[in-house]
């Protein structure tokens, strides 16, 4: 995924694509912690419970995949 940094009030600034950030929980206002990491930076929000995780996302794919049928029968 990339993204394109532009100047903002004098700062640096990036956009989140929409999709990125509502999984997050992050919306304008949002304070993140800024880690300058070896890898490069690491955000990561401040006073938004961390209720989500990759391995949960990953076993909940798996879940949606396993009863796409059924899904989408219940959508018909």
């Known amino acids: ?19 990125v950030a509502e999984r997050y929980h992050l919306t304008p ?10 890898d490069g930076i690491v955000l990561q929000p401040i006073g938004v419970a961390p209720w ?3 391995g949960w996302e990953q076993a909940l794919d798996a879940v949606v995949e396993h009863y796409r049928g059924a899904l989408d029968h219940l959508d018909d």
């Open 52 to 54: 989500f995780s990759i």
């Open 1 to 19: 995924m990339a993204s394109q940094l532009f100047e903002h009030d004098g700062d640096v600034a990036i956009t989140i694509p929409k999709d």
């Open 29 to 38: 206002g949002v304070e993140v912690e800024i880690t300058p990491d070896e």
